[in-house]
């Protein structure tokens, strides 16, 4: 199954029609083209969804069924800790849960991995903790939730009526007001209000895996990876040439999830976007990263959440917002690291 993470704002005809083929196709949950427009379907046309299982652990509750929420109108939330589109879904969900719980709406949030660190439960836990997130989440570390859904997206949101049966489904960001909308329809209340959001512009540079796993990997320049497990050394010839494609200078060891510097290096990157974040990790001990920006120090009305003046300190595997309100056009973003530095992916707003 071909498990990627997306960013969209509206989805087009063409892509709601292979959506719908996937589910329709599969045994649950069953879905039809009503729904393309963010509308609730037909009683006649909803399923049974299918219940929980695999799950590693539960947090913020204990275990439930589908049966022990018979009668609330249920919100499943797919997402993963370190998928930025996951993480700016968020706030919506809140005001959602906070519109809405004493309404009879459950949010559960089903915590599927797409990196190895994020199938650890203490690293779901805390992250749940650090994301400010209340309603129960379900550990699938296994996938096996997701798999039953039949799901290929982060988020994905499947909206479950008093029965049990989907009614509503969403992919990706955004459509939240058509979300809160079919909420309230099945709690039969008024519309929340939401907090507004941007859409990410079309041309913005896409999500970037360093890692070779899966062939999703592009280096700049035409540079290939070593062999896995390998240390490979990456000459260091300045500013790449290549745009929306990662540099790296120095020796580094590609482990297919990520590729982990071996000494002090280099990670630089053509990109055009209004906000960067980077999902980064350490095999242990902190590490510090500094960061420049069009070959600057970046200034402090450019600096993400993350950085600390000239950069930040990386002392778990996470997503790290280093970039905001950056100009239109491409610019380099040039990172330092030391050994035992991990890049994932870079992602972008």
Known sequence: MNRYRTALVTVALVIAAAVLYTVVSSPAPATTSSN?????FPVSERSAAPDFTGIDGWLNTTPLT??????????????????VNCVRTIPHLKVLYDAYKDHGL????????EFDFEKVPANVSAAVQRLGITWPVAIDSEMATWNAYRNQY?????????????????????????????????????????????????????ELYAGSDNGRGQL????????????????DSGAPQSQNAIQVTGTWTDQGQYLQADGTGHV?????????YIV???????????????GKTVPAGSSGSALSGSGFT??????????AGISPGYHLIDLTVPAGFRIYTFTFG
């Open 36 to 40: 393309a427009g963010g509308q609730v």
């Open 66 to 83: 589908l049966a022990d929420l018979r009668g609330k109108v249920v919100l499943i939330d797919f997402w993963t800790f370190s998928c």
């Open 106 to 113: 459950v949010i559960v949030g089903v915590h599927s991995p």
């Open 154 to 206: 982060w988020p994905a949101e499947y909206l479950l009526d008093q029965q049990g049966r989907v009614a509503y489904w969403n992919f990706g960001e955004g459509d939240y007001t058509q979300t809160a909308a079919a909420v309230a329809q099945l709690l039969k209340v008024h519309v929340a209000a939401l907090p507004s959001s941007t859409p990410v512009p079309s041309n913005t540079t896409p």
């Open 220 to 235: 700049a320049d035409n540079e290939s990876y070593g062999a896995m497990g390998a240390a490979t050394r990456y000459p």
């Open 268 to 276: 630089r990157l053509n990109f055009t976007a209004d906000t960067v």
């Open 280 to 294: 980064a990790g350490t095999p242990g001990a902190a590490v510090p990263v500094s960061v420049k920006l069009d």
């Open 314 to 323: 990386v002392t778990r595997q996470d997503l790290f917002q280093l970039l």
